[in-house]
């Protein structure tokens, strides 16, 4: 016998790998329809699909934790035939290649994670018949998908869970787990997921984990991890957010504007996209009823960029209040609009020769500034005069509104100034 060890007694004998754990939302992942959650409005046509001889090409849209994998992975089974599964973000078109050797049937997660050139990858494919895509995205596909790829999918649209549904299915991952819990308990967790069937399962196995007794909801709460309710700030969410934000503001409902602003800031939105559009918001509906909006909305800009976050939301949020109570008038706003469509549909007219500047002789000549009457020497600063080109009706693309200051910054202008 040796006097030296032997590789197996050096290093050990190989260890045995460690049981896998599997997550509580994979191990409920439903075998069949009989058994999935939500989503009836496409019952049938789920049902239609799964007795298809061939399965169409589709994507699933909706909202995290709704059944879209599910619904595929339920779908691709039911053909019987060979497939893959696979998450955008992980594979790359030259991984995919090799994926699809010898396979014609691929679950896609995530579709909308992939770039324009990524997604043109499956065009031929499914042009000819030999790829069957069965895709996935949370995000608005009019906005992710190319137009080219969109039109080669029929699309199926998920909701969020009702509270009926998230209720029965934390039952059943309570029941997985052997643990007790009450209807206040798995409802307080059923509003803590926020409609994410995927949240709810992970918050009921992370509190079957807890030690002691599990009977107060204030008390399991209070030792939940934080659920971070996070948008996709280049998806659906981040425009509908922004757009409930400016849009409370112009109907003056501060309480909704200062929701919508703590949606987007808990959501993770960068503050430098909220101070714009308050900037914008600021000319285009408060405008000249208040023109301290501006100033402030620009004011509130620099206080986030100087005092950063989380503290930026104190200006973000005066600002906000401030627009919502503000008087509104778009008069300013419409008056662009209007003189841009007269310029768009006759062009831009030669300016009247007499406001042109004569820097040459020769311009003289020609009757540049001939005739320009010099507004600062007349007693009130103004004079009668034409300043619009010729060709141009004598029309107010500017139409004063009684809101806020304008009445006060027009009372001169309509006396003295306004063209007849």
Known sequence: MSDHPSLLEEHGAPEQPAAV??????????????????????????????????????????????????????????????????????AGITQLRRLLEGVN??????????SKAQQDFFLPLLESGSLTLLATTTENPSFSVTRQLLSRLSVLRLRPLDLPELLELARRGAAQMGCELNDDILGMLCDQSRGDARALLNLVEYVASLPGKKEDPEAVKAVLPDIINRHDKSGDSHYELASALIKSIRGSDPDAALYYLACLLEGGEDPRFICRRLILSASEDVGLADPRALGMAVACQQAVEFVGMPEGFIPLAETVTYLALARKSNSSYAAFLNARDLVRKQGPLPVPLHLRNPTTELQKQWGYGRGYKYPHNAPEGWVPQRYLPEGVALEHFYVPKDNGEEPRLTQWWKRKHRRS
């Open 21 to 90: 754990h599997v997550p509580l939302p994979e191990r409920l992942r439903p075998e069949s329809m009989d058994l999935f959650l939500g989503q009836p409005h496409l019952e049938k046509r789920i049902h239609a699909l799964l007795g298809a001889k061939n399965l169409p090409s589709l994507l699933f849209f909706g909202p995290p934790g709704c059944g879209k994998s599910t619904i595929a992975i339920l779908l691709a089974k039911s053909t019987g035939r060979p497939f893959r599964r696979v998450s955008a973000p992980e």
């Open 105 to 114: 049937l691929l679950i896609l997660d995530e579709l909308h994670r992939f």
